[in-house]
């Protein structure tokens, strides 16, 4: 026997082996991307729900009025209202999409009182 039929198929293996290593990685990337695209999505979401919230305060209507408008754009974001403190003039909100693992996100609104006099 020479040495060369010793080798013969190791190619094969190593190039097995590269398949399921780059398998693995792509496999990975996807994952990370989708739990960066949740991450925006709960961000985008708790803005917004933010923005609702401190709506319904300059416009006089109340707390819970405030919690129901930011409960309704979280939820018509894709997102869950998890926390809403919503007094005064201003807005806090902690929301949560579900996805690979969930994300949340937390955004405050205020409204600006020279602005209420003012009506900017």
Do not use: K, P, W
Request: aromatic fraction near 0%.
């Amino acid at each position: 026997m020479n040495a060369r039929s010793d080798e013969r198929g190791s190619m094969t293996i190593l190039m097995m082996a590269l398949l399921v290593v780059a398998f693995v990685l792509v496999l990975g990337a996807g994952r990370l991307g989708e739990a960066v695209v949740a991450r925006a999505r709960a961000q985008v979401a708790a803005d917004a729900a933010a923005l609702a919230a401190a709506d319904q305060l300059a416009l006089g209507r109340g707390d819970r009025a405030a919690r129901r408008a930011a409960s309704h754009t979280a939820g018509a974001n894709g997102a869950r209202l998890i926390r809403c403190e919503c007094s005064g003039l201003a807005a806090e909100v902690d929301v949560e999409v579900d996805s690979v693992r969930t994300a949340r996100a937390r955004a405050r609104a205020e409204v600006r009182a020279d602005c209420l006099a003012a009506g900017c």
